[in-house]
Structure formats: C-alpha cells, structure tokens
C-alpha cells in the first residue's frame, strides 16, 4: 500500500514514453542534422563510433548520477572518485602483475568495484547519517579524493605496467560485431538501471523519496537507506566508467576526470532529469551524454567557436536545461 502510495506517475506507467522523454532524442537528431550540414565528415562511421565511445564513460556515471539526482541528492565528487579509482586499479594491477600475470586485470576491476562502492557509501553515509547537505557532502570528498590521487602520483602520473597494456587494451579499444565494447557496456548498464528504476520496488521509492521526503517517511519507506543506496549505485556506476576508461590512456593522473561532475549533471538534467528530484530518466541520460560529446565533436570540426571553450558551452546548456524545467514545470 505503501509503494502504491508513493509511486509516481512515471514510476507505474514502466516504459512508456511521453514528449518530455521523446526531448533529448529529437534534440540529438537535430544535432545530428546540424552537424552534417556544417561538416559532411561529422556522419562518418569511423567519427560516429569514436564520439560516442568517448561519451560512454560521462554515461554510465551519469546513469549512477540520475538515482542519486531522483532521489533528491547531488554529487560532486564522481570526478575525484573516478580519479582515485582509476589510481588505486592500476597500483594494484602493477603490483600483483609480478605473480599472477594478466590475472591482475580482472583481479583490478574487483577491486575497483570495492573501492567505488565503498566511496559511494561513504558519501550516502555522510549525507544520511551525518545529516549534511549533499551539495557540501560531496564536495567534501571531491577535494579528498583529488588529493589522494595526487599524493598517490606524487603530481605525476601512474602508468599500467607494460605486461598488462596489450591483455587490457581490447576493453577500450575492441568492438563485438563492429560495436565498441565501452558502448556495449553503457547500453548494459543503462539496461540495467533503467529496470531498476522503473520496474523494482527499489525505483518506485528512489522517486517517491525525491518527490516528497515527508510524505514517503510517513508512507514507511527508509528515506536514509533509499538515498544510501542511491550513493552505492553511483560508485559502482564510476567503478564500470574507471574499468573501461583505464586502457584508452594507459595510465592515471592527477587530472583524470577533472570536471566529469559537470558532464555527468549536465547529461542528467538535459536528459529530463528534475535536478530537485522526484523525476529519473535513464535513456534520457544516455542521449544527454552523447549530446554533450557531439557538441564538443562539433566544436573540434567547426571554426564557428574554439574547442578550448567546451567547458564553457557546457555550463550555458546546464543553466538552459534548467530554465527550461523551470517554465515547463510552471
């Protein structure tokens, strides 16, 4: 009875689609058209592929970012987190290489997943348990963990060792059936989340507590294990993103994931997303990734304005997106 009472519209109808969920897709087509009227290459399989395999790390962490949004949280450290994963997975592979070989890689991905998840449980820790805004939460530990991840490189860079390079470059670099494999698993996730969110109980209550924390509280649901849970999904999310992002560099800088906070708000709101809460969109957080890097994409083959302002174009989107839930939601 409870769940019935806290679920919301989106939430019991599944999988249908409204215009509001149709907006991110017809924006991408009509960036799509754009793009090959300004540059015919922009449609070229080869520049196709590469965008939106580059757009799958900023997905399956936003897709981790749409729970937490839904559920009326934010998080600001997936970029540090993402970072300090990605460090933590290459010192442990380097260090067991020596003894078990190219078993270090898969070994290295358990113990990146452990790590996020207990990165995200942190923060949904911090932010239930210790009652602190999730604004301030996370962006406490966005700055701890970018320190650790440049303490952990000495301001430098961790390389993964050279046995290891060739066994996990098909993670970024393979495709099954000419389909990168980081889209392949984007679309796995996506698959994934968009069940749990729309199909589980789990769903039902991330949206009634994003909607209405008073209300879902007294309808019986635990609104700290709710968000909780939601912190948990976004590390595992930046854990999947780190695994498939470790061989397209080879290595882990202090650097690594600067601003992907940004990119991963950005997908989520443009995605349909209400960054209050009470609204999730998982297939609109894909399009809103792709979109994102197929602007930038189009700033690289155009002259109209310089690639080095795609942070920039980036922030304008975010606060359009956000005028726009604003007057539609009036």
């Avoid at 990168?180 to 109980?201: D, E, G, M, N, Q």
């Avoid at 994409?297 to 304008?316: K, R």
Wanted: net charge positive; glycine share 10%.
């Amino acid at each position: 009875m409870a769940d019935l009472a806290a679920a919301p519209p989106r939430a019991q109808h599944g999988w249908s689609i409204g215009w509001g969920d149709a907006g991110p897709f017809l924006a991408l087509a009509a960036l799509v058209l754009i793009g090959f009227l300004i540059n015919p290459d922009f449609l070229s399989a080869n520049n196709i592929a590469n965008v939106v395999t580059r757009s799958a790390f900023i997905a399956i962490i936003a897709i981790g970012a749409t729970f937490v949004i839904a559920s009326g949280g934010l998080d600001l450290s997936v970029g540090s987190m993402a970072a300090f994963i990605t460090g933590v997975m290459i010192l442990f592979m380097n260090w067991a290489a020596p003894s078990v070989g190219t078993a270090a890689i898969p070994l290295g991905m358990a113990v990146a997943l452990v790590t996020s998840i207990a990165c995200g449980l942190l923060n949904g820790t911090i932010v239930t348990i210790g009652r602190i805004e999730p604004f301030i939460a996370t962006l406490g530990t966005m700055g701890i963990f970018r320190a650790l991840i440049t303490y952990m490189t000495n301001g430098g860079t961790i390389a993964i060792d050279r046995s290891l390079r060739d066994a996990y470059r098909p993670v970024y670099f393979g495709d099954v059936l000419g389909v990168p494999i980081p889209i392949l698993v984007s679309l796995a996730v996506a698959l994934v989340a968009a069940y749990v969110l729309y199909r589980t109980r789990y769903g039902r209550r991330c949206v009634a507590v994003g909607a209405n924390e008073d209300v879902a509280r007294y309808s019986g649901i635990s609104v700290a294990r709710v968000r909780t849970l939601a912190f948990v999904i976004q590390g595992a999310c930046v854990a999947i993103a780190a695994v498939c992002y470790v061989p397209r560099l080879g290595a882990a800088t202090p650097t690594t994931g600067l601003l992907w906070e940004l990119q991963v708000i950005t997908a989520v709101v443009i995605g349909g997303t209400a960054l209050r809460g009470g609204r999730g969109r998982v297939w609109g957080t894909v399009a809103g990734a792709v979109i994102l890097e197929f602007i930038a994409n189009l700033m690289v083959l155009s002259d109209f304005v310089s690639e080095y302002l795609v942070a920039a174009v980036q922030g304008v989107i975010i606060i359009i997106a956000m005028l726009i839930q604003r007057m539609s939601k009036r």
